[in-house]
């Protein structure tokens, strides 16, 4: 008589038989096992630092379960980039993005932009607060509480980026170097896994693809001309719109890198993604690095999955659901337990007049984008997602977010990358020299803006050394009685009465 089959027995076969697959996949392709992983360890962070232990350990598991889904999609062996043909390029490559990504300011050993005033109390706060971080106002000075009050409030912000070189300088407590030092490395090697993804994405080894990486930008040397008149290298140039302002890679490098790598990263995923059963659940991890710039991944992710118009159907996924639906209630409750970071909100017509808007508008397009057009307007359907990003690009800055608009200029984060890579591209594949040298010599001119930023880091680091910008020091113990910063951290960082709201209250621990 035949033993009966038990379907727990056939159902951990299935499960072990697809574990050896995804694991198999996963070491035969380590740089984008290693890309992955990087997306998924600050939000594995998250869970265990900021929910429940329950909610933890169970997200952990489905995040492991949907990241092994996702690799499938992503690992293929023999599909990488050779390092082994050409040592050389990669190593004068690595040598060249450390000293970009060295002189951003990340860590303090170079120049740092204002915008560091923040960037630097977040990371020493991970580093020796407990998790999840809590501020005790009643501590601080007389003058500090007359703007902040006395209660004890959450730390609420998109510093996910921030939780692996934190965790790991928690074990080298009281030595900031350390933790400067990992986190300069955690953001190197964010970049270079950039850069990886792109090579693979153009399949070809040429100096090209960096040289556009970090010296592609509109044109705001002429836009700034037209505006302002004259200016000196190292100058902050792309403010001469007024209205809106679109950074080059280099710009949200030294100014944002928390939200630009991460980004990046998964939009050269994106690129690199066979088939449509995976984009959304990998566009859904921006929410965790950017809320901002999650808004222009939302129709890439759309255009991801109806792209294969006969394979639609194939889009009906786990990682697909799951991930934009946990995202978007467990970082959505999050953000939302702090509602005055949005105080400035709307159409932006709303804010200044139509005559004095749309003038600059077009000039801004003409400057940002419209050249580009005018050198790519024949591969609009041959590059993948070039169109809907010239699309969103022409969009964005019909919408403000905050009183610095940073909705155009982090939502377009995405977009920008996309066209700069089909630039890239673009040159690779042309063989006529003349074409070559007339689309170089535009870019040259609108590689002023990142020289700008980049002559400014290093004449400043020259002259002064390496002084980080201190004007905070810590939310929890101020350096500052000034009412505007203090106002600024108020409104973007701080959750007063957290207990009240749905994260704290359901899903986070308490004080």
Same mark, same amino acid.
């Given at each position: 008589?035949?033993?009966p089959?038990?379907?727990?027995?056939? #159902?951990?076969?299935?499960a072990k038989?697809?574990?050896k697959?995804?694991?198999?996949?996963l070491?035969?392709?380590?740089?984008?096992?290693?890309s992955?992983?990087?997306?998924f360890?600050?939000i594995?962070?998250?869970?265990?630092?900021?929910?429940?232990?329950?909610?933890?350990?169970?997200?952990?598991?489905?995040?492991?379960?949907?990241?092994?889904?996702?690799?499938?999609?992503?690992?293929?062996k023999?599909?990488?980039?050779?390092?082994?043909?050409r040592?050389?390029?990669w190593?004068?490559?690595?040598?060249?993005?450390f000293?970009w990504?060295?002189?951003?300011?990340?860590g303090?050993f170079?120049?740092?932009n204002?915008?560091?005033?923040?960037?630097?109390?977040?990371?020493?706060?991970?580093?020796?607060?407990?998790?999840?971080v809590?501020?005790?106002?009643?501590?601080q000075?007389?003058?500090?509480q007359?703007?902040?009050?006395?209660?004890?409030?959450?730390?609420?912000?998109?510093?996910?980026?921030?939780l692996?070189?934190?965790l790991?300088?928690?074990? #080298?407590?009281?030595k900031?170097?350390?933790?400067?030092?990992?986190?300069?490395?955690?953001?190197?090697?964010?970049?270079?896994?950039?850069?990886?993804?792109?090579?693979?994405?153009?399949?070809?080894?040429?100096?090209?693809?960096?040289?556009?990486?970090?010296?592609?930008?509109?044109?705001?040397?002429?836009?700034?001309?037209?505006?302002s008149?004259?200016?000196?290298?190292?100058?902050?140039?792309?403010?001469?719109?007024?209205?809106?302002?679109y950074?080059?890679?280099?710009?949200?490098?030294?100014?944002?890198?928390n939200?630009?790598?991460?980004?990046?990263?998964?939009v050269?995923l994106?690129?690199?993604?066979?088939?449509?059963?995976?984009?959304?659940?990998?566009?859904?991890?921006?929410?965790a690095y950017?809320?901002?710039?999650? #808004?222009?991944?939302?129709?890439?992710?759309?255009?991801?999955?109806?792209?294969?118009?006969?394979?639609?159907?194939?889009?009906?996924?786990?990682?697909?659901?799951?991930?934009?639906?946990?995202?978007?209630?467990?970082?959505?409750?999050f953000?939302l337990?702090?509602?005055?970071?949005?105080?400035?909100?709307?159409?932006?017509?709303?804010?200044?007049?139509?005559?004095?808007?749309?003038?600059?508008y077009?000039?801004?397009?003409?400057?940002?984008?419209?050249?580009?057009v005018?050198?790519?307007g024949k591969?609009?359907?041959?590059?993948?997602?070039?169109?809907?990003?010239l699309a969103?690009l022409?969009?964005?800055?019909m919408?403000?977010?905050?009183?610095?608009?940073d909705f155009?200029?982090?939502?377009?984060?995405?977009?920008?990358?996309?066209?700069?890579?089909c630039?890239?591209?673009?040159?690779?594949?042309?063989?006529?020299?003349?074409k070559?040298?007339a689309?170089?010599?535009?870019?040259?001119?609108?590689?002023?803006t990142p020289?700008?930023?980049?002559?400014?880091?290093?004449?400043?680091?020259?002259?002064?050394?390496?002084?980080p910008v201190e004007?905070?020091?810590?939310?929890q113990d101020f350096?500052?009685?000034s009412?505007?910063?203090l106002?600024?951290c108020?409104?973007?960082?701080?959750?007063?009465?957290?207990?009240?709201s749905?994260?704290?209250?359901?899903?986070?621990?308490?004080?």
């Open positions: 008589m035949e033993k089959i038990d379907s727990t027995d056939t #159902f951990l076969e299935k038989n697809q574990a697959i995804w694991g198999r996949g070491r035969q392709d380590k740089g984008m096992t290693l992955l992983f990087y997306l360890l600050p594995f962070l998250f869970f265990f630092g900021w929910l429940r232990l329950p909610f933890a350990v169970l997200l952990f598991l489905l995040f492991l379960w949907l990241f092994c889904r996702i690799s499938q999609s992503l690992c293929v023999g599909q990488g980039v050779n390092f082994k043909t040592p050389e390029y190593i004068t490559l690595c040598v060249v993005v000293i990504v060295l002189f951003s300011g990340i303090g170079s120049f740092q204002t915008d560091f005033y923040v960037r630097n109390p977040i990371y020493r706060d991970l580093v020796n607060q407990p998790w999840p809590f501020f005790d106002f009643s501590t000075r007389e003058a500090i007359a703007v902040l009050g006395n209660d004890t409030v959450a730390f609420v912000y998109y510093f996910c980026f921030w692996p070189p934190a790991l300088s928690k074990l #080298f407590a009281g900031e170097l350390f933790a400067n030092i990992f986190l300069l490395a955690w953001a190197y090697l964010g970049v270079m896994l950039v850069l990886y993804q792109i090579h693979r994405y153009l399949k070809r080894c040429s100096w090209i693809i960096p040289g556009i990486f970090i010296f592609f930008s509109g044109f705001d040397a002429v836009g700034y001309r037209i505006a008149g004259d200016f000196e290298l190292g100058t902050h140039l792309e403010w001469w719109s007024t209205y809106f302002q950074s080059s890679n280099t710009t949200v490098l030294y100014w944002v890198f939200q630009a790598i991460p980004v990046w990263l998964i050269t994106l690129l690199n993604l066979r088939g449509n059963g995976s984009g959304a659940g990998l566009s859904a991890l921006a929410f950017s809320p901002f710039a999650t #808004f222009g991944m939302i129709p890439l992710a759309v255009y991801s999955i109806f792209r294969e118009k006969q394979n639609w159907k194939k889009a009906v996924t786990w990682e697909n659901a799951l991930i934009p639906l946990t995202m978007l209630l467990v970082f959505g409750s953000y337990s702090n509602p005055g970071s949005l105080s400035v909100n709307g159409w932006i017509f709303e804010y200044y007049e139509v005559v004095d808007l749309l003038p600059a077009v000039l801004f397009l003409v400057l940002e984008i419209g050249i580009y005018l050198i790519l591969c609009l359907k041959k590059y993948s997602y070039l169109w809907l990003a969103e022409a969009l964005i800055p919408y403000k977010m905050t009183v610095a608009n155009a200029m982090r939502a377009s984060i995405p977009a920008l990358l996309i066209l700069s890579i630039l890239m591209r673009y040159l690779l594949e042309q063989r006529g020299i003349w070559r040298w689309v170089g010599l535009l870019l040259v001119l609108a590689a002023v020289l700008s930023e980049l002559h400014r880091s290093v004449s400043n680091t020259v002259k002064r050394q390496a002084e004007w905070v020091y810590s939310f350096a500052t009685d009412e505007n910063i106002e600024i108020r409104q973007q960082f701080f959750a007063y009465h957290p207990e009240e749905f994260f704290f209250h359901y899903l986070g621990k308490g004080k």
